[in-house]
């Protein structure tokens, strides 16, 4: 069935995209401290790329049904490829600003660019609803492997490299050169997907009810109002991750404690296997005490033990604590993601998804911006309790504002 085959290229598609980021993500401060950026300059590229990604999201996401899902994500591939070359065959500044607003990079080593959203609205016409949980579980699974995988290989490919004797910056070249590669791969996988990945026939004609022009621009003729206030609140979640991009923990390690290319790949190696699990978990319990209730009580947590990172007084503790906080930090995303695909309209699916992901784009391009400003102050730690306190605010805020609207079926 073309359904079911579709179902397996979008997990492979996910499988090598996430590969790529979390390949790059060790490396990409590192590479762009030796060409001879400061921290403000290395913050603002870090918000200027995914302030970019924001954009090409919306531009992508919100014309996808019209001119074709599998269409849009061969181009959002296409743009993959385009960064990573850029990035490798110079060291200009504007250029490399150029590059990463145009192109899909991921300083995070997590999901960036138009991909996420599309792929969800196909998952969510292609499995019954009450499996969509825990098909989102084994989607953000495969995913956190795959960024694990890529962060060791990413970490200790640049240490073989610089110990036979290769430049550090001919080291953090040839990760972008086959960043640029798996881009190329992944638009040729792309174009395997079959037409039943694309908006039905009834996704095109939503019923009468609007709540206004504002929302019917946006395809939410029926879902604007709870799109927008899911919206707000993610972006607030995501502007406090923003400051602790993985590639900004990585240099924090680096910096504070002096660790090395290859150690950074494992730590974050096991982080992101811990992550995957923890996610998968999350469908186990939100069967059981609900899909809000899941997200808000593994998430605040999980936002305390980030905060306790920087207060350990020696690297194993400060590793510890990091890795217990991301053995518990995604149990929130399949729930979430499931929850918006549950409280909007069947018809309206693939625009929600696009908006709450832009809006957590948007939020998140605006962070490294401030987490450069605060580490060229010598204020190390700021980031880490500020994401937080943040997160923490945001938790409270979702369920106060949506508990009342748990949907009833909570396993689907």
């Known amino acids: 069935m073309h359904g079911d085959n579709d179902i397996r290229l979008l997990f492979a598609t996910r499988i090598a995209r996430l590969f790529a980021y979390g390949f790059l993500s ?90 996420l959203s599309i792929e969800q609205a196909a998952l969510s016409q292609l499995v019954p609803a009450e499996r969509r949980t825990q098909i989102f579980a084994w989607y953000n699974l495969s ?78 003729k029926k879902s604007g109002p709870v ?41 974050f190696f096991g982080g992101n296997i811990l992550a995957g699990i923890s996610a998968l978990s999350a469908s186990w319990l939100a069967r059981r005490i609900g899909l809000i209730n899941t997200m808000v009580f593994t998430h605040i947590p999980s936002n305390i033990l980030l905060m306790l990172v920087p207060l350990m007084p020696n690297l194993p503790l400060a590793i510890v604590m990091l890795l217990l906080r991301f053995s518990i930090s995604q149990m929130d995303v399949p729930t979430r993601q499931s ?30 911006a401030l987490a450069g400003k605060l580490m060229s102050l010598s204020m190390f730690s700021a980031p880490f309790l500020l994401s937080g306190g943040l997160k923490i605010v945001y938790d409270l805020l979702l369920y106060r504002s949506f508990r009342a609207t748990e949907p009833t079926h909570k396993s689907h």
């Open 26 to 115: 060790v490396v990409l401060l590192l590479f762009l401290t030796e060409i001879g950026l400061n921290e403000n300059r290395i913050g603002l590229l870090l918000t200027l790329t995914l302030v970019g990604d924001t954009i090409i999201s919306l531009g992508i996401t919100t014309s996808a049904d019209r001119i074709g899902r599998k269409k849009m994500l061969i181009l959002g591939a296409l743009l993959m490829l385009f960064a990573g070359a850029l990035f490798t065959l110079t060291t200009n500044f504007a250029l490399l600003v150029f590059a990463a607003m145009i192109g899909v990079i991921s300083p995070s080593g997590s999901e960036v660019g138009p991909f």
């Open 143 to 220: 995913g956190s492997f795959a960024t694990a995988l890529g962060a060791l290989a990413g970490g200790v490919l640049t240490q073989s490299l610089q110990s036979t004797g290769v430049s550090q910056l001919g080291s953090y070249q040839t990760i972008l050169i086959i960043y640029a590669g798996l881009g190329g791969i992944l638009s040729i996988m792309f174009t395997r997907l079959s037409p039943v990945v694309e908006v039905r026939d009834a996704s095109r004609h939503p019923g009468p009810k609007s709540h206004g022009r504002l929302y019917e621009a946006m395809g939410l």
């Open 227 to 267: 799109v927008l206030k899911l919206s707000a609140l993610f972006s607030l979640d995501a502007f406090a991750g923003g400051l602790i991009l993985q590639s900004i923990v990585a240099y924090w390690f680096h910096v504070r404690y002096g660790v090395q290319p290859a150690a950074l790949g494992g730590i």
């Open 339 to 368: 929850y918006v695909m549950m409280v909007v309209d069947p018809a309206e699916r693939s625009a929600a998804g696009g908006v709450t992901g832009i809006a957590r784009s948007a939020g998140s391009s605006l962070a490294p």
